[in-house]
């Protein structure tokens, strides 16, 4: 029976122009499922049809918790070349965590060894703390390389639910998810479960990142959505 999953920090609502649902309505979905906490993540400028950077500014009109459901303030930021370059700017410092993540809008796949490299750069900007979903074949990389860094950086690996329904637009999701949490397993990392929810009833969705992960074997305590303290791991300043 699967540990029972505490908070999502990957969810979008209809600000990042290609989601179907408000924060509102996500809210009562994640109340619906049990969770502690929802983090909102809308994407960056940089994604066509996404929020500005006024929208995010103006996440300090939040309330703490709505419901009883503490909101966190999130922002999925675009890796923008090989470097490890962000397009999140300035406002990142407001959000309480960053994801940063590979999008085909933003970056085109490189070799194994680019994509690599682009991953651990982001890593190395202080205001990120999750890698998102890492588990798209489009972007071959080393992922022993990837699980090593970020252990030494203190980020934490998404393992992504949405990368591995039938409905993704990633390429061999359980494949290179199961790949990455071997290393993680191997390396000692951490993981961090997403649903990456583009509509409400994805909220706090992780079945199918669950399963991979039971049949991996890999251990409850390097699941950080499995306890209150996993998530003050990822929201800690670096």
Not at 85 to 114: C, F, K, T, W
Not at 172 to 200: E, K, T
């Amino acid at each position: 029976m699967p540990v029972k999953s505490l908070f999502d920090l990957h969810t979008h609502t209809v600000a990042s122009g290609h989601a179907y649902s408000t924060l509102k309505e996500n809210l009562a979905a994640a109340k619906a499922k049990g969770l502690i906490a929802m983090g909102t993540s809308d994407h960056s400028p940089g994604m066509p049809g996404s929020a500005e950077k006024t929208f995010f500014q103006n996440y300090r009109i939040f309330p703490k918790s709505v419901n009883g459901i503490r909101l966190l303030k999130g922002m999925e930021v675009n890796i923008t070349d090989f470097e490890g370059n962000l397009d999140g700017g300035q406002v990142m410092r407001e959000m309480e965590y960053v994801i940063a993540s590979l999008h085909s809008h933003s970056i085109q796949p490189g070799s194994a060894e680019e994509n690599t490299q682009a991953v651990i750069g982001a890593m190395k900007n202080p205001w990120v703390k999750i890698i998102g979903h890492l588990d798209d074949g489009r972007y071959p990389m080393d992922y022993e390389k990837v699980v090593q860094a970020a252990s030494s950086f203190g980020v934490a690996l998404e393992l992504n639910n949405s990368s591995l329904l039938d409905s993704s637009a990633r390429e061999n999701g359980r494949h290179w998810g199961r790949i990455l949490i071997q290393q993680a397993a191997i390396h000692h990392s951490y993981i961090v479960m997403g649903s990456d929810a583009h509509i409400w009833c994805d909220v706090g969705r992780m079945d199918e990142a669950q399963k991979v992960i039971e049949e991996i074997s890999f251990p409850n305590e390097k699941i950080l959505n499995y306890t209150q303290s996993g998530l003050e791991w990822i929201l800690r300043k670096r």
